[in-house]
């Protein structure tokens, strides 16, 4: 299935100079989204995931979607002050900027394997504070799923040392 063809793609947004890949044409299509779960979650399904991860808002689309499939736990990454519990935070940079992102101080445990989950990467930066809250509770990251890379802005640079599965690659915007 070409699943880029059911991507829109929505140019100076949020601002000028950055083509937004928008995947709510492409969710809206229950073939495709069926289809883009069915595949990520074929290719991690041997490796012994405890729990998938997965940041608001898009992340929690296919995350949670990946670890009800998976029959594990789903652990919901928020922008600050939106989680009731104690939290954990980390830092990053996006493109266009940059963020902090909060996760509850127990959602991870020492030696759990969790697979971050999200719908797109494109610098790397939020996919690495992911992986900093993981790592700092002392969980492992067994690898990075996403729907969408952006390749011309070299993400794998900032993950190098983790696995990285995506399903559809820009190597230009």
Excluded at 18 to 38: C, H, M, N, Q, S
Excluded at 122 to 128: E, L, M, S, W
């Amino acid at each position: 299935m070409d699943l880029k063809s059911k991507i829109r793609n929505i140019p100076d947004f949020p601002k000028k100079g950055i083509v937004f890949r928008d995947i709510t044409t492409l969710v809206g299509d229950g073939e495709a989204f069926k289809y883009a779960v069915d595949e990520m979650v074929d290719h991690y399904g041997g490796v012994g995931i405890d729990a998938i991860l997965g940041a608001e808002a898009r992340g929690f689309i296919f995350g949670a979607v990946m670890a009800y499939k998976m029959g594990v736990g789903f652990i919901p990454v928020r922008k600050p002050g939106k989680l009731p519990y104690k939290t954990t935070q980390a830092s990053y940079d996006l493109e266009y900027g940059s963020n902090i992102l909060e996760m509850h101080v127990d959602a991870v445990n020492k030696g759990d394997k969790v697979l971050i989950v999200d719908d797109l990467v494109a610098t790397g930066g939020t996919a690495k504070a992911k992986a900093e809250l993981v790592e700092k509770n002392g969980g492992n990251v067994v690898g990075f799923c996403f729907l969408i890379e952006l390749e011309f802005l070299n993400p794998r640079k900032l993950l190098e040392g983790y696995d990285i599965f995506s399903l559809i690659k820009y190597e230009s915007e």
